[in-house]
C-alpha cells in the first residue's frame, strides 16, 4: 500500500488495490446486474418509491394551490407569499446534503424510511398552521424530508437497472413527479372552493400512508451492499431478482464480466466530488439543477396566484389555469422519458434550454398583458424545460459512482431546493418594482445559461455502464 501511495494513488484507491476479491465480486455482480431484464419485481420496487415521489410532488405545489385563500385568509404580502413559498425549497437544501450523507452510510432503505416519515409528520402540522410564520416553519421541516427522499430514492432505483434500460426505466419512474404537480392542480380546482385550502394536505396524506407498510417489500441496493464488503447480502438481493426472472420462463444470458476498476470498492467521502473528474460533473449538474429549476418553479408556483391578483381571474379559473400547465408538462416528460435514450441526455438538454428561452422572450416582448397570453407562452416553456427538470435525477446519478452516487445526487439537487427557493422571490420582487414581463425576460436569461453550460460542459452518458462511467 505505501508503494502505492507513493506512486501517486490516492489512498482510498491503494485500500481498494488490497482487496481483489472485492473488486472481483463486484464485476461479477455488475455483470449479472446489467443483464437482468425489466421483472414485475423491479416493477414493483419502482412503483413503492414512486408512491413516496408522488407526495414529494406533491407537497411541493399543494401550497401554490393553497396560496390564493391564504392570502386572503391571513392577509399575507407579496414578500410572505414568495418566503412561505421559499421555506419549503431551504429545507430541501438542507435534506438533499444530510440524507445523501446518511444514504452512504447506512443505506438506501434507512435513510428512505426516516425521511417519509418526517415529510408525514409534518404535512399533518400543516393542517394546524395558523398564520403565515407558523405555515412557514412547518413547510421547511416539510422541505428536510422532502429534500432528502428524491435524491436518495434516484440513487436507489438507478443501482438495479443495467445501461441499456436505465433511462427509460428511471424515466417513467420520474414521470410520476410531474403526474404528481399535476395532480395538486386537479385536487386544488375540485377541493379548494368547496372544503378549503386545509383539504390540499390531508389529501397527501393518503399515498405517504401507504409507502410506509410497503417498505418492507424492497430488498436494499445491491450494489451499495457490494461497496460496504457485504457480498453475500449483495448476492442474495441479485439472486432473488434473477429468480423472478427464470420464474416467468425468461432465459438470462451469460454474464459479460467486464474489468472493473478498484475504486468501485473503495471507501470515500464528499470530498472526492471536488476532485479529479468529478469536479467538472459536479460543477456542471450544480448549475443545470440551478438554473432549470429557478425558472421552471418560479413559473409554477406564482401562476395561479398572478391569475387571480393580477390578471383578476375568480379563484377556480386561476387554479384550473394552473393545472392546465402541469398536465401538459405531464406529457413532455412522457415524451422525454421514450426518447431520451435515443437523443442521448447532453443533446436533450441544449435543446430544450435554448428552446425555452423563446416564449420568454415572446412574453416579454408581447408584455404579458392577458392571462391566455401567459397560460399558452408560459404552458410552453414549462413544458419543455419539464424534460429537463424531472431527469436531471437520472442524469446526476450517472455522473457519479456507488460510493458517492447518494450524496453526489444530493448536493446537486440542494441546487435545485436553492432554484426554487430564488425563483419565486425573484419573481416577487421584479413583479414588485418592475412589472410582469420582465420576469419572463430574467427567466429567458437564467434559462440561456443553462444551455451554454450544457453544450460547452456537459457529457453524454446514454447507453454506458455506471461503473465505466464513473470509476
Not at 399535476?182 to 393518503?206: D, E, Q, R, T
Not at 451469460?254 to 478498484?262: F, G, I, K, L, S
Not at 394552473?322 to 422519458?337: D, F, M, Q, R
Not at 456537459?458 to 465505466?468: D, S
Amino acid at each position: 500500500m505505501a508503494t502505492l501511495a507513493a506512486a501517486g494513488v490516492p489512498e482510498h484507491t491503494a485500500r481498494a488495490a488490497d482487496r481483489p476479491a472485492d473488486v472481483q465480486s463486484n464485476a461479477t455482480l455488475v455483470a449479472r446486474l446489467e443483464r437482468l431484464p425489466v421483472t414485475p419485481r423491479l416493477m414493483l420496487i419502482r412503483v413503492v418509491v414512486g408512491i413516496a415521489t408522488f407526495f414529494d410532488a406533491y407537497t411541493v405545489l399543494a401550497i401554490a394551490f393553497a396560496m390564493p385563500q391564504l392570502v386572503s385568509e391571513w392577509q399575507l404580502t407579496p414578500t410572505e407569499v414568495g418566503l412561505i413559498i421559499s421555506a419549503g425549497y431551504i429545507g430541501q437544501i438542507f435534506g438533499a446534503v444530510i440524507f445523501g450523507s446518511l444514504a452512504e452510510r447506512f443505506g438506501r432503505l434507512k435513510t428512505l424510511f426516516f425521511t417519509i416519515l418526517l415529510f408525514v409528520s409534518m404535512d399533518v402540522m400543516c393542517l394546524f398552521a395558523w398564520s403565515g410564520a407558523s405555515m412557514m416553519l412547518f413547510r421547511f421541516l416539510q422541505g428536510v424530508g422532502t429534500g432528502g427522499e428524491v435524491p436518495v430514492a434516484s440513487a436507489y432505483i438507478n443501482e438495479f437497472v443495467g445501461a441499456e434500460k436505465r433511462g427509460r426505466f428511471f424515466l417513467l419512474y420520474e414521470v410520476i413527479f410531474p403526474i404528481g404537480l399535476m395532480f395538486a392542480g386537479m385536487a386544488s380546482y375540485f377541493l379548494v372552493p368547496v372544503y378549503g385550502w386545509k383539504a390540499m394536505f390531508i389529501v397527501g396524506l393518503i399515498p405517504s400512508v401507504l409507502t410506509i407498510p410497503l417498505r418492507w417489500l424492497m430488498p436494499e441496493s445491491p450494489r451499495w451492499l457490494a461497496t460496504q464488503g457485504r457480498t453475500a447480502e449483495a448476492d442474495a438481493v441479485v439472486s432473488m431478482l434473477e429468480r423472478s426472472a427464470t420464474r416467468r420462463g425468461l432465459v438470462l444470458a451469460e454474464p459479460q464480466v467486464r474489468p472493473v476498476d478498484p475504486r468501485t470498492v473503495a471507501k470515500s467521502d464528499w470530498r472526492e466530488l471536488f476532485r479529479g473528474i468529478y469536479l467538472k460533473r459536479t460543477l456542471t449538474i450544480w448549475a443545470l439543477w440551478l438554473t432549470a429549476y429557478m425558472v421552471n418553479n418560479g413559473l409554477i408556483t406564482w401562476l395561479p396566484t398572478l391569475y387571480k391578483q393580477f390578471f383578476k381571474l375568480p379563484l377556480q379559473t386561476s387554479l384550473a389555469y394552473g393545472w392546465i400547465t402541469s398536465g401538459v408538462g405531464v406529457l413532455a416528460a412522457i415524451a422525454c422519458a421514450l426518447l431520451i435514450d435515443k437523443v442521448g441526455r447532453r443533446r436533450w438538454y441544449a435543446s430544450a434550454f435554448l428552446l425555452a428561452t423563446l416564449p420568454l422572450l415572446g412574453l416579454c416582448a408581447l408584455g404579458a398583458t392577458s392571462a391566455t397570453e401567459v397560460l399558452v407562452l408560459a404552458t410552453l416553456t414549462y413544458a419543455i424545460l419539464q424534460t429537463v427538470t424531472f431527469s436531471l435525477y437520472l442524469y446526476s446519478s450517472e455522473l457519479y459512482p456507488t460510493r458517492l452516487r447518494a450524496v453526489g445526487t444530493g448536493f446537486g439537487s440542494a441546487w435545485l431546493r436553492a432554484g426554487s427557493s430564488i425563483g419565486p422571490l425573484l419573481v416577487a420582487f421584479i413583479v414588485g418594482d418592475f412589472g410582469i414581463r420582465y420576469v419572463f425576460a430574467a427567466f429567458a436569461a437564467v434559462a440561456l445559461v443553462g444551455g451554454l453550460v450544457t453544450l460547452l460542459l456537459a457529457i453524454e452518458t446514454r447507453g454506458r455502464v455506471l461503473e465505466e462511467l464513473s470509476p
